[in-house]
């Protein structure tokens, strides 16, 4: 009996362990292009979009939430000699959904006067990767007299469709790394 223990033990430790280990999302990275002094720049603009493709929800709540971050580190919207152009790219891509194909189940009853306990496994098959559709955000700042990158940042996945909310927490995640007008 104590072995049959042992085995539910080491059992469920295992599914704990297995449960737990999850690939952790990639971070927003973002680097600046050397020799460059972006908290000394004041003001900004958009890349031109005449002639482009119209802007989609997705488009305009980038938009509004790039500029509330921006502003809120201290810089200043202006078409007039902007000190730097921002411009950034979503790409759409389809992944399979991730779920664990091993599950262990412990279980224990009875029926009439006998009890009884089990261990059992099992092995998904097929059917549980159903695609998602992701967003990944790319932020590039650059340098309209040089046509030069100055900083690029680049996001973690958000599923589609997403709200303005996610779409909020994606773009101040990438905007972490950009630095703080100075004054």
Not at 30 to 38: E, F, K, R
Not at 112 to 122: K, Q
Request: overall charge negative.
């Amino acid at each position: 009996m104590s072995k049959l223990f042992r085995f539910a033990t080491n059992l469920v430790l295992m599914s704990l362990v297995l449960g737990c280990a999850s690939s952790a999302q990639p971070k927003p990275q973002w680097v600046t292009a050397p020799d460059t002094d972006i908290p000394g720049l004041a003001t900004f603009t958009w890349a031109d979009t005449a002639g482009g493709s119209p802007l989609t929800i997705l488009d305009t709540q980038v938009r509004n939430a790039l500029r509330a971050e921006l502003l809120k580190k201290g810089y200043a919207e202006s078409s007039d000699a902007p000190d730097f152009v921002v411009t950034y790219e979503t790409d759409i891509f389809e992944t399979a959904k991730k779920s664990n194909p091993v599950s262990i189940g412990i279980g224990m009853g009875s029926w009439g006067s006998n009890v009884g306990g089990s261990v059992g496994t099992s092995v998904g098959v097929g059917g549980d990767k159903a695609p998602r559709l992701q967003h990944r955000l790319t932020i590039h700042a650059l340098d309209p007299e040089s046509d030069r990158e100055l900083w690029i940042g680049n996001t973690t996945t958000f599923e589609v469709p997403a709200d303005a909310s996610v779409v909020e927490q994606a773009v101040a995640g990438v905007m972490a790394g950009f630095p703080d007008k100075r004054n």
